[in-house]
């Protein structure tokens, strides 16, 4: 290489470095995202934009991977919802379907599956950590192998959850009041 290349690639790169800095920046302010009042008064649903039964029970995105034909069951959405009385973990799938529930031996460990079923969308293999909200719930794994679909939840002992279904969800509710240090 000569003299000339060499002096246009350092000036390219540093036309890289100084403007690449400018062009990242914008007018908006995203130092205090999510703490304005404005986002405190949008309701959950407007800040959460995943499955909330009764409300949005479909995402395009997924519906459009679940329409290719199968024979097996699709499973939709899994959510977990803290509400005041109740912590539910909901399973949503393309239609009715059978399911099987075990408790670990150690009793730390509740577990669902849903036999001849996959996940309709990738993204549904991500775990959910649940800590944070101090429930009886503390952790679902999820997997999905060999056209079976397995949550595995991680419990307080002697949780005791009650199963339903209904339409296209099969819904674990366990119970919950809150801690007299909660409430304050």
């Given at each position: 290489?000569n003299r000339?290349?060499w002096?246009a690639?350092?000036?390219?790169?540093l036309?890289?470095?100084v403007?690449?800095?400018?062009?990242?920046?914008?007018?908006?302010?995203?130092t205090?995202?999510g703490n304005?009042?404005?986002?405190s008064e949008?309701a959950?649903?407007?800040?959460?934009?995943?499955?909330i039964?009764?409300?949005r029970?479909?995402k395009?995105?997924i519906?459009?991977?679940?329409?290719?034909?199968s024979?097996?069951?699709?499973?939709?959405?899994?959510g977990?919802?803290?509400?005041?009385?109740r912590?539910?973990?909901?399973?949503?799938?393309?239609?009715s379907?059978e399911?099987?529930m075990?408790r670990?031996?150690?009793?730390?460990?509740?577990?669902?599956?849903?036999p001849?079923a996959?996940l309709?969308?990738r993204?549904l293999?991500?775990?959910?950590?649940?800590?944070?909200?101090g429930?009886t719930?503390?952790?679902i794994?999820i997997?999905d192998r060999?056209k079976?679909v397995k949550l595995?939840?991680?419990?307080e002992?002697g949780a005791d959850?009650?199963?339903s279904t209904?339409?296209n969800?099969i819904?674990i509710d366990f119970?919950?009041?809150?801690?007299?240090?909660?409430?304050?």
């Open positions: 290489m000339a290349h002096t690639i350092t000036v390219m790169s036309a890289m470095l403007g690449a800095p400018a062009t990242a920046q914008d007018d908006t302010d995203t205090n995202r304005d009042s404005e986002s949008k959950d649903e407007d800040i959460y934009t995943g499955i039964p009764g409300k029970d479909n395009e995105h519906t459009k991977s679940a329409a290719r034909k024979a097996s069951t699709k499973v939709m959405w899994i977990f919802l803290p509400q005041d009385t912590t539910r973990i909901f399973i949503q799938t393309d239609g379907s399911y099987d075990e670990g031996a150690d009793g730390k460990t509740i577990t669902v599956t849903i001849n996959k309709a969308d993204n293999r991500r775990d959910i950590d649940s800590r944070f909200h429930r719930v503390s952790y794994k997997s060999k079976m595995t939840m991680t419990v002992p959850p009650r199963v209904s339409g969800y819904n119970a919950y009041s809150p801690k007299k240090d909660d409430e304050s």
